[in-house]
């Protein structure tokens, strides 16, 4: 399901991008850090798979420019000749002035046979692909820099969503998809607390908070710095759409 794996994209650096019966493109992503410029940049790399014992032939990929972002690099892909069971790489980098409105998208094509197929896949740019998770410490000290009650705090709540199934079952497989796990600020209540800083901004921290209701909906919860405070609206709305029902 390519919609399934997109959402899985986006939440793992190490995925499945694009799938069929005769190939397959998987997908690794790295966050490049630039303190200089601030640029948010996301290395990927591609990795494409003949499945059969066919002859796959001029494998090939277009980019197309999409507002506030760009390639910076984009070899061509390393053997546009595929025998049967072989694979190939490609190595692209791409920089956001801040997040586009427009995911990138990938364009593919290849022949087999006299068959030309054609596909196409969005690219996983989402903000998770930056986000850095921390180990939230001893319970009463995440609680404290969570609400900072100094004020200098600013906390976002997102609207309820229903679970998407085929992502989260069960509240502990939220771990599934966070390098450091998340711990139970309230097991009775269903609320996991985190902690993250974004890629390009390491002294930043951001404060999470999971609550799972019993009829399968979620509410995140983030909070912080009021310097920071900019990308707090599209963390939201990234976390809603990624675990949120289809």
Known sequence: DAFYNYKIACLQKDSVLYENSEIRVDIKTSPIENQT???NILGMTLQYINKGNDLIRDLS???????????????EIRDAYLGGRSKTEQQIFFSFEEWPLQV????????LGKQKVEFDVFLPTLVTQFMDVKDIGDLESF?????????QNIVLESSEVTLGPLIIETVQDFNKYFAVKLRYLSQQKQVLG???TLSWSR?????LKIQVSPSNKVRFTVSTSRENSDYLDIILESFTFLFGKE
């Open 194 to 196: 985190g902690c993250f």
């Open 61 to 75: 990929t277009d980019f197309p420019e999409v507002p506030k972002a760009a390639l910076l690099h984009r070899p």
């Open 37 to 39: 410029t601030k640029e």
């Open 203 to 207: 002294g930043s921290s951001y404060f």
């Open 143 to 151: 609680e404290q820099r969570f609400s900072q009650e100094n004020g």
């Open 104 to 111: 990138p998208q990938m364009y593919g094509q290849y022949k």
